[in-house]
């Protein structure tokens, strides 16, 4: 289930809630923040690109690939965390 799809779940039933797309700034925001809660090393060479080594990650288009390589089937954050947790084979906090 998608991070935005969790959201909708999370909130349809109060009547208060209005539906709006999570914004960049959100998605770079809670990128970083689960990287450090995670313990995770990582490097941000433009605003919109994180760096673990020879892992790049784009919080805004979901996008993870390795250096020189295609994108990974992988998307988003929690694509990050399962590509992540085989590389580091280690257990990492669930995503939000």
């Not at 925001?29 to 994180?50: K, M, N, Q």
Request: hydrophobic letters at 30%.
């Amino acid at each position: 289930m998608s991070e935005h799809t969790r959201e909708v779940h999370k909130h349809h039933n109060n009547p208060d809630w209005k539906i709006r797309p999570v914004t960049r700034r959100e998605r770079i925001t809670r990128a970083l923040a689960w990287l450090s809660a995670a313990g995770v090393t990582y490097d941000c060479p433009t605003p919109h690109h994180v760096k673990i080594g020879d892992l790049n990650f784009y919080p805004t288009t979901g996008t993870i690939h390795f250096d020189q390589m295609r994108p990974l089937p992988e998307r988003g954050l929690s694509g990050l965390r399962t590509v992540l947790s085989r590389r580091l084979k280690r257990e990492l906090p669930p995503v939000d």
